[in-house]
């Protein structure tokens, strides 16, 4: 074997990823004055783009990052706007109450964790979807809710149209931004590797000490938490609560093709199938029956042929990586072996 | 009371007859199938429509429905689930799932939201009873529907256990790497058991449609049933379902006695009561919860 | 016409490339001992004949035939039976369940349930018991006779001396010399160097994925296998051995 001349060089962030993280800035900025030009419409729209982010990037925390499955997510959509309601109800300020449910959310997903996160694969699935079954009867059973028929977040409409409309918009900016900025430092953090760890080889990973439980709870507590916050805002602009609309699978059904159609595993690619899913709704969504068949069918499509998602073929063809969540070798090129593989840069692969 | 037990165990017989085909199909495969539910709910409607545009009953239409099912399963593993349980334990998930929105919202499309009932097409077998001593009557197509459980479950558990066929299914089961090299053909095997799940699953549907009602989007209820009552069951044999279809209908049935909402609060209620039992002693999942072989073999 | 030729293969475990274009051939009756040290890419070279393993390049005929593309189930049909290290039975299947499998491929011949359990007696008694309750004696004659219930023109035996006693290993071997005696066709890897070259009629040693060293097992020297196994025959590391 011939030695090698230098030794590898490992990079954290790189140009492209540098220019990424300035062009993000921007956008939020541009984001963030945008209601002054934007019609009514428009910006309900735009809420409803940011809700869409954010329960595309929970779902793939939870999937992606933790290898957990679940479809069951919409019970904690459902939870996020009825215990909105509940707080509402007890006097509570609606804005307050959204986020307070949120909180709430996140702290019931503890205890649900302790006892899920035994099980694997597909009966995780399936049992969260039972948990959703279940909180939605329970939730039905409450007088305030009055079963299918359902009740609003009236002490909203004190608080006119416009402003309210407007103050939604910031809020689920707020939120969604907030969500991924704190899903990027835990991904760029030792939870981070932790997660990629676990991802690589479970029990290899708690052989050297990663906290493989510990972590997974993090990301499904998070996770409940970020979707709690999207049902609380969905509620928001709403105003409605009926629980058949909000513990419905079909929340999970547009997660999983949001993840699925984005890049599983990767954290550009759950951003990039929101939007796919947004323009797709904006477009089709009207005509019905057919647009769930279609987004049924592609889901279907993608977890057979381009099972990485879009960005996750994107990344893998060019070596694109906007956000710097892990790290770059780039082997130098003279190292010669008449054996050795064709040299290309090892980038730490997030695979599902 | 006594009334109230008795319809509990048989109504156990379709859960079972519905869990089986889904237990069958993850003992064998590795893989739940999301779209189970839907595809029992097909079958319904595919009956249905036989009988209700062809003047077929729906006893005969099986002699359609089922080959039809057959096929449906093997299509199904060779196109669909081959392919994504190549990419891990969690994309048939994805894929199963997706399959289940697609077959739900096609009903949809073809049939509209009305509910449907196999029940005008089977005459009076839908609310005959024998009367049993105690003034107790029993469902003549509870019976029926209890029966069949147990036929399909004995020979299933028969034909694993002294074909050439089932023992090439179960050794594919153990490790199909291995079961290759002495012959069996892996991919093969694989695809007759989702044929034979499928079977069950048609099996399943016409109950479901004649003894109660259902709609395009009834295939969801039917899969979680299915489930609780597969893991309820438990036991690495096929007999488990039965126990546990029994369990759930009965939690069911004693629980709509409770509240109206009681039916399906008291199956679920009892699903995770028996999971967290189980999870608490035993510290095994799914796979130690149905006694299956793990897959090193020395 | 060789019975079986490998013909440049290679063939890859994950990324490691275990096979790098090994060739040799077998005739009818013949027995071929395969040895060298762990990694050195054995089980990986019988697992590709037997069609477990696709290779990478090269090729395997059988009989003239090229196996390229045939999957392990037909390669049973057409007569390679291997015995796969660590046996790999079906432990929730009885003896006779597995025996049973071997005889899927349909292949018409001599051996049975009974002829397997006259060779190995010992198994008489463990017919309807479950495999993974054997002992390892009991296992590996499992294993072999479920290899040979499908009536193999060629079969493979992987390391089947792997975790057992010596005594019970002379009782394998014993079997072995029957099977051999009898014309059927061997390829045989064993760290035993002391057995292997006994009972083989010719010897391959590999290294690191190559073939190092290939002789009858008459003729090679204790010293001359020994060198090829460690390496030592190499003048400077890293060139190809002469």
Redo the contacts between chains.
Sequence with gaps: MSAVSSSPVIERGTATSRIAAIAVAVIIALLAIAPQFLSAGAVDRMTALFIYVILAAMWNALAGFGGLVSVGQQVFFGLGAYFAIRLADAGLNPFASLFVSAIVVGVVSWPLSLFMLRLRNGEFAIGMWVIAALTHLLVNLDRLVQGETGTSLISLNVYDAGTRRVAIYWLALASMTALLAILFGLLRGSTGAAIRAIRDNEDAAASVGVRVTGTKRLLFVLAAFGIGVAGALWLATSITFQPKTYFNVQWTAYMIFMVLVGGIGTFEGAILGALVFFLIETWFGGTGVWYLVGLGATAVLFSLFLPRGLWGTIEERFGLRLLPVGYRVRLPATAVDGDATPQQSTISREKA | MSNQIIQGILLGGYYALIACGLSFMFSVMRIINLAHGSLAVFAAFALWWLASRFHIPPFVGLLIVLPLMAAIGWALQRFLLERSARGGALLPILTTFGLAIVIDNMLFEQFGADTRSLAPYIGSLSYDSWEWPGSIYVGKLAVIMFATAVILLGGLQLFLTRTRLGRSIRATSEDPDTAGLVGVDARRANAIAASIAMVTVGLAGAFLGMRATFDPYAGAPQLLFAFEAAVIGGAGSLWGTLVGGIVLALAQTLGAQVHPQGFLIGGHAVFLVVLFVRLSTSGLGLRGLLRLPSRSAS | MSLLSVEDLVVRHG?L?AV?GVSFSIERGETLALVGANGAGKTTLLRAI???HQPAAGRVLLDGADLTNV????R??MGI??V?E????????TVE?NL???????RPGEWSVDRVLDMFPNLKPRRHAKT?HLSGGE?QATAIG??LM?NPEVLLLDEVSLGLSPLIVDRVYAALQGLIASGTTIILVEQDLNRALAVSDRVICMLEGRVALEGPSKAVSRDQVTKAYFGLHRKS??SVPA
Excluded at chain 3, 71 to 74: C, D, K, Q, V
Excluded at chain 3, 86 to 93: E, N, S
């Design positions: 990324l490339q790098r037997a069609g477990a999957p392990s189930h037909r049973v049909g039976a291997l796969p660590g046996r790999k039975l079906f432990v929730q299947m369940e049973l499998l071997g005889r899927t491929a349909g993974g296992q479920r290899a499908s590391p890293g």
